[in-house]
């Protein structure tokens, strides 16, 4: 061990030692790749090295002086403390969670508890296994399934439609043992596209917030009122209200009011007069009500067999019925 101390020496030990034992693990609900999200993300999982630091030259992980140089240092100190890059964290990883960006650590299969040990894995690179916030998905507005299932999240966890203008949210798989955090229950859920059961971690009030990961990552989901779709999305000053525009009947006032592609239509038309007075107009014409007026026609009364005023007699008051 020329030129290296043995506190070092330790070090890089059991640096390798989670590295290795990281290779044969496996994980709680199905592998899923936990890449995505994850802050400037090292080519060297063992290192401190932040790549989106240039000016961070410090490369190595210096034990404290005064710890006892035959104790091994504990990688796992850093596990859940508040981060921003990689290089503040022993693992070299600082990802999402519900808090915020915190620090990881290194799994072999258990993670403490409200934690999930989860693979990721570096291009060219073995697997790495993680231990990752189980809730870091826990209400995030949602699309797609696959947007529950990254960092931390199972092929259990659900986009769950919380119907109407709430729009879809992202439900945690809780089945066995595992808890739902306060202010939630674990409840069981018939999948509308599968017909599957899931047992999920569903909010007490039947509405969903946004977490510090949401926000982070502007997370959207789809909302509608009847027919007509909008947008929701996680800012820095929590969820937006459903963009879509108020359903109702199709009145006349050039707007598709119902949504379905089509303006002003199916408002008919009205009939009216008599005889020659007669006419129909439609109800609706560029946006405009119409009214219908029965007189429009008429004239002098005449000898000519015809009720040419329009009130339903014909050739009155001009005498016999040849008109004299």
Known sequence: ?????????????VLVFAFMGSLGCG??????????????????PGSSTDPGSPGDTDTTVVPDASADADAAPDVQTSLGNPCETNSECLSGFCVPSS???????????????????????????DITYLCLDQNTNLCRPCTTHNECRVLGGTDEDRCVDFQGTEGSFCAV??????????????????????????????????????????IADAAQTDCYDGDCEGVRACTDTGLSACSAQVWSDEICDDHDNNC?????????????????????????????????QPLDE???????????????????????????
């Open 260 to 292: 379905n592609g089509i303006v002003d239509e199916e408002l008919g038309s009205t009939t009216c007069g008599l005889g020659p007075c007669e006419t129909t107009v439609e109800n609706c014409v560029d946006g405009v009500e119409q009214s219908c």
């Open 1 to 13: 061990m020329k030129g290296m101390s043995r506190s070092t020496f330790v070090l890089a030990h």
């Open 27 to 44: 994980s709680d609900g199905g592998e899923t790749n936990v890449d995505a999200g994850l802050s400037d993300v090292p080519t060297d």
């Open 173 to 214: 798989n809780c089945e066995g043992d595992l808890d739902c955090p306060e202010g939630y229950t674990c409840e069981g859920t018939l999948d509308a596209d599968s017909g599957q059961s899931f047992t999920l971690c569903l909010p007490d009030s039947g509405t969903c917030t946004c977490n510090a990961a949401a």
């Open 298 to 324: 008429a004239s002098d009364e005449s000898c000519d067999g015809i009720d040419n005023d329009c009130d339903g007699t014909i050739d009155e008051e001009l005498g016999s019925t040849t008109c004299g």
């Open 99 to 125: 808090e915020g960006k915190v620090c990881t650590t290194f799994c072999i299969d258990d993670c403490p508890d409200g934690w999930t040990c989860r693979p990721f894995e570096l291009p060219g690179q």
